[in-house]
Nanobody
């Protein structure tokens, strides 16, 4: 099971930007990376926000973040994947998770979850 680490979370005011990074712990090849988020509060479900395929760089986004978030990879080191989040809204406040080797933004497709990174957007 590939192990991933996310970093770059933090706090920002509405309208601001944050960039998250994700890499494997041992440079394991993964054919895709996906970002999910889970809003604070009990009962909230994980929401898929973005997916990128390593070999061709194709990206897919949830409607809620389309045009504001950009999923990319470091061309020199494709193990490093980024999620650039612009025009942030308070509704973007969540724990963000990076996952690997899936083809859909469905949380049930990913059996193992890490700690994630907390992002907070204040109004």
């Amino acid at each position: 099971q590939v192990q991933l680490v996310e970093f770059g979370g933090g706090s920002v005011q509405a309208g601001g930007s944050l960039r998250l990074s994700c890499s494997t712990t041992d440079n394991t090849y993964t054919y895709s990376r996906a970002w999910f988020r889970q809003a604070p509060g009990t009962g909230s479900e994980r929401e898929g926000v973005a997916l990128i395929y390593r070999d061709n760089g194709a990206t897919f986004y949830a409607d809620s973040v389309e045009g504001r978030f950009t999923n990319s990879q470091d061309n020199a080191n494709k193990d490093m994947v980024y999620l650039q989040m612009n025009s942030l809204k308070p509704d973007d406040t969540a724990i963000y998770y990076c996952e690997a080797d899936g083809n859909r933004l469905r949380p049930q497709d990913y059996p193992v979850w890490g700690q994630g990174t907390q992002d907070t957007v204040s109004s």
